[in-house]
Every structure is written in C-alpha cells, then in structure tokens.
C-alpha cells in the first residue's frame, strides 16, 4: 500500500479503523488482504461518483465555508489575477461546492 499525498489520507484512516476494529473484537485477519479490501473500497467510492453525490446532496454535512473566501477572489479578480480551479472532479461536483463555499 503506497500513502503518499493528501488523498492517501482517507484510506490511511480507514485502514487504521479497520485494523483497530479487528484487534479489539479478536477478529483474525490477513494484513495483505486488509489493505487491499479497503483500497478496493476507496476506489470505488472514488470512482463510482458515490462521495461526490452524498457531499453535493448535503454540503453543510462535509465542507466548512471560509469567511473570507468571496473577498479574497473578489480582491484578487480586482486586481487583475487570473485565476483557475484545477481538480479531478466533475464540474457538477466542483461547482456545487464553490456555489456553497461562495
């Protein structure tokens, strides 16, 4: 299992729940197979567009609004920054969050 960056933290997470989960009931277990059981669930929590589903449907459940993120793009436009939001996300999906961040 490669934990790497940012994005290696949900899983890093889950598979420490996980593990934990099976220590404290005496659930025997297969490590190997552990780690590959929960990235195969992250993945496909990734890619099947389940997340981002379940966070456009509630965004007040999943995303926290800074304050002062509409006046620090405003500002930033009026001073003549070009900017741009580069992600992996669907549109629908980066666009719901910004129109609730905003």
Known sequence: IILNDLFSLSEACLLADVVQLAIDADIPF???????????AISWVHL????????????????????????????????????????????????AGMRFLL
């Open 30 to 40: 297969d490590p190997a197979a552990l780690a590959a059981d929960v990235s195969s």
């Open 48 to 95: 099947s567009g389940a997340l981002h589903d379940t966070v456009a449907a509630d965004p007040t459940q999943y995303l926290e609004p800074s304050p002062r993120l509409g006046e620090m793009l405003e500002q930033a436009r009026l001073s003549g920054k070009k900017l741009f939001l580069m992600t992996n996300s669907s549109f629908a999906f980066a666009d």
